[in-house]
């Protein structure tokens, strides 16, 4: 079992930053891929950034260049940098772990960018 925590999010003006943190209750060297989706209000849940256990990175293409997914392995933790952040970048964000076959999600931190 893994148990992961989000926190970081909050309201932002447009163009504003943010930077979410997501804490595993295990140490993620040994977690294969770690990502953030997000979830904006009535519509599906979508893949934002993937990093896997080498440090390999993907995003998607709508936050590429303003995003950055980072990990700290001695920390535990899994990190989202989001700069020049947009309204349609409000969405509740989630962080995912794939350990061993299973897949794990945290709770969400709330994200809100006003225009």
């Known amino acids: 079992q893994v148990q992961l925590v989000e926190s970081g999010g909050g309201l932002v003006q447009n163009g504003g930053s943010l930077r979410l943190s997501c804490a595993a209750s295990q140490r993620i060297f040994t977690i294969g891929q770690m990502a953030w989706y997000r979830q904006a209000p009535g519509k599906q849940r979508n893949w934002v950034a993937t990093?896997?256990?080498?440090?390999?990175?993907n995003y998607a293409d709508s936050v590429k260049g303003r995003f950055t997914i980072s990990r700290d392995n001695a920390e535990n933790r899994m990190y989202l940098q989001m700069n020049n952040l947009k309204p349609e970048d409000t969405a509740v964000y989630y962080c995912m772990a794939v350990n061993l076959g299973s897949t794990y999600w945290g709770q969400g931190t709330q994200v809100t960018v006003s225009s």
């Open positions: 990093i896997n256990r080498g440090g390999s990175t």
